[in-house]
């Protein structure tokens, strides 16, 4: 199982990044997959997840019509558009193959999102 993501980098308030999550090594299709941040200092937050067909089952409050997950099965990727950032979604983001997230046995190495002015 691996999973790599990608697409995070420094950006002003109120800008957009968008986040991927390339998954190999098992059926993609059959998985429900979460993204997961965690600030430094802070605890893992669940922030948005998918069942395996693509349907989003969660979206955590703090980001709730600002971040949209969608899963592209034909790509083996795991998206998480994120819009209007705020300075308090700096974070190391990652993905998961699990419906929670945290505690995840397979779970990739994170990409940095920094929100700053």
């Known amino acids: 199982v691996q999973l790599v993501e990608s697409g995070g980098g420094m950006v002003q308030p109120g800008g957009s990044l968008r986040l991927s999550c390339v998954a190999s090594?098992?059926?993609?299709?059959?998985?429900?997959m979460t993204w997961v941040r965690q600030a430094q200092g802070k605890e893992p937050e669940r922030v948005s997840s998918?069942?395996?067909?693509?349907?989003?089952?969660y979206v955590a409050d703090s980001v709730k019509g600002r971040f949209t997950i969608s899963k592209d099965i034909a790509k083996n990727t795991l998206y998480l558009q994120m819009d209007n950032l705020k300075f308090e979604d700096t974070a190391l983001y990652y993905c998961?193959?699990?419906?929670?997230?945290?505690?995840?046995?397979?779970r990739g190495p994170g990409t940095h999102v920094t929100v700053s002015s």
């Open positions: 998918v069942i395996a067909s693509g349907q989003i089952i």
């Open positions: 998961a193959r699990s419906i929670i997230g945290i505690g995840a046995p397979f």
């Open positions: 090594g098992f059926p993609f299709e059959n998985y429900a």
